[in-house]
């Protein structure tokens, strides 16, 4: 299994580009997240969903938006990118809510940067 | 408002010396407490929670309600241990703290 697979691992956007992440699982998992990592930080959640069609905002959506077709892809869609979306996002997943186990699995990372 | 609170960004340590990580929460309920642990090149993954009670390659962390902590600690520090580690609260969302890089000096 290859587990949580991200792409592209590093990227540099134009402000007000446009770009997708995308993020896709081989784990039958229901549970799908989305987070980024600013220098210094803690993981904080973009966006969720708890299985496909139904998604849900975190911490901070704003500038962000996903999609969930099917259970095995969360594309994370940047609009009009921004300096202050200069980050590592990670896509994660997990069989049930965070607040059962507590163990989410992640991908690699995407580095982003926007000049 | 900060939920969990890593107060050590770099943590070093000689091998075999006892390591403590630590972690301070803010929750008024029961909490669910994870250790999360990034090697060097590899995804970050869970190391251990609370609830099982376990040891996880000599690492234990203990629930004080009290002082609403959760330190991750193993007794004799190994070169391996060196990487990135986070303290997670789960309510409703999972909530990181800012991790902590631990060095093991040979």
């Known amino acids: 299994n290859a587990g949580v697979t991200q792409t592209p691992k590093f990227r540099i956007l134009k402000i007000g580009q446009s770009m997708t992440l995308q993020c896709t699982q081989d784990m039958n998992h229901n549970y799908m997240y989305w987070y980024r990592q600013d220098p210094g930080m803690g993981l904080k959640l973009i966006y969720y969903s708890v299985g496909a069609g139904i998604t849900d905002k975190g911490e901070v959506p704003n500038g962000y938006n996903v999609s969930r077709s099917t259970t095995e892809d969360f594309p994370l869609r940047l609009e009009l990118a921004a300096p202050s979306q200069t980050s590592v996002y990670f896509c994660a997943s997990s069989p049930d809510p965070f607040g059962n186990t507590g163990e989410l699995f992640f991908g690699e990372g995407s580095r982003l940067t926007v000049l | 408002a900060q939920r969990v609170t890593q107060p050590e960004k770099l943590l070093s340590v000689f091998k075999g010396a006892p390591v403590e990580l630590k972690c301070n929460y803010s929750y008024s309920g029961s909490p669910e407490l994870f250790w999360y642990v990034q090697y060097s090149r590899q995804r970050l993954q869970l190391l251990l929670r609370?609830?099982s009670r376990e040891s996880i390659k000599g690492f234990t962390a203990d629930l004080n309600k009290g002082e609403t902590s959760f330190h991750l600690k193993k007794p004799f520090a190994q070169e391996e241990d060196s990487a990135m580690y986070y303290c997670a609260l789960s309510q409703d969302n999972l909530f990181f703290g800012t991790g902590t890089r631990l060095t093991v000096i040979p």
């Open positions: 609370h609830i």
